[in-house]
């Protein structure tokens, strides 16, 4: 059983809810944190009593402040590869979990917590956050995926300017740009993210885990999404779920999906 330091982790209903535990430091990533995600998201992976999983900061002003900059400015050029490799790593991790993962973020999310927050399934924001890449501040460049996910998030463009300048954005502004699926107020931020998640949890697991292979294909360039689209669907017409929501749907009729 892995120990968590930095995490608290609370499994309910089927949610884990992972809450990055630093507040003092504005939940700052440090590579204990990473390997703790890495364990935690190992245990949503390895679980079957887990469904889906929540990653939220503790406190009301950061979801995540970014890397710990403290651990960052030690770094050599041989180090700082693999600090970012290994990142990279779990951050991948999460985005190709068959089971969703929602970001609730509740305050700053910035550098590798918007890198964070992006490589989620879902994100919902509180109306306080806010969101950016500020690295060149540092002299430095997003190192856990930002420079890829941001672009696929809001284009080109507009990430050009968001990673070349730092600038910060707004919750209502980051729901504009794509960059999150809701805005609540902070004080209905995780009953949004259950209520989203339950949504999710009422379909059957491994459609579920097929769209989200099926969407990251579009960012593979090694992979025809088509076929793995092709594929999943012929998997999913071989599954028990689909005898049951099509048995359910013409019975007019709950599905009650197990996930075969
Ligand atoms: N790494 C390490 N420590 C961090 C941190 C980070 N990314 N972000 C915040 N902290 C620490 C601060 O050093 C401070 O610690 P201290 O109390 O021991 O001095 C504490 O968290 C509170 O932060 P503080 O800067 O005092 O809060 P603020 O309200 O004045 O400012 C921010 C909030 C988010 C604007 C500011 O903390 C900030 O710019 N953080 C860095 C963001 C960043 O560049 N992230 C990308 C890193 S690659």
Do not use: W
Not at 238 to 249: K, M, N, P, Q
């Amino acid at each position: 059983m892995a120990i968590f330091e930095n995490l608290l982790l609370n499994q309910q209903n089927g949610i884990l809810t992972i809450t990055i535990n630093r507040a003092d430091k504005l939940n700052a990533l440090n590579i204990e944190t990473i390997r703790e995600i890495r364990n935690a998201m190992q245990q949503v992976y390895d679980d079957a009593s887990i469904k889906g999983a929540i990653i939220t900061g503790a406190g009301a002003k950061a979801f995540v402040a970014g890397a710990d900059i403290t651990e960052i400015a030690e770094l050599s050029e041989v180090t700082a590869r693999s600090f970012a490799e290994r990142g990279q790593e779990v951050f991948a991790m999460i985005e190709r979990s068959n089971k969703p993962v929602i970001a609730a973020v509740n305050g700053f999310a910035l550098g590798g917590g918007c890198e964070l927050a992006m490589a989620c399934h879902i994100r919902v924001a509180s109306e306080s956050a806010r969101f950016g890449q500020p690295e060149v501040n540092l002299g430095l460049i997003p190192g856990y995926g930002g420079t890829q996910r941001l672009t696929q998030l809001v284009g080109k463009g507009k990430a050009m300017e968001l990673m070349m300048t730092a600038d910060m954005v707004t919750a209502p502004e980051a729901l504009q740009l794509g960059l999150v699926n809701h805005v609540v107020p902070q004080e209905e931020l995780m009953s949004k993210s259950v209520e989203i998640m339950e949504k999710i949890m009422g379909k059957a697991p491994l459609a579920i885990g097929l769209v989200i292979e099926c969407v990251n294909a579009v960012f593979n360039k090694d992979e025809n999404g088509y076929q793995t689209e092709a594929n999943a669907f012929a998997r999913c017409c071989t599954s028990e779920d689909f005898v049951e929501g099509t048995s359910a749907f013409m019975e007019k009729r709950k599905a009650n999906f197990t996930g075969n």
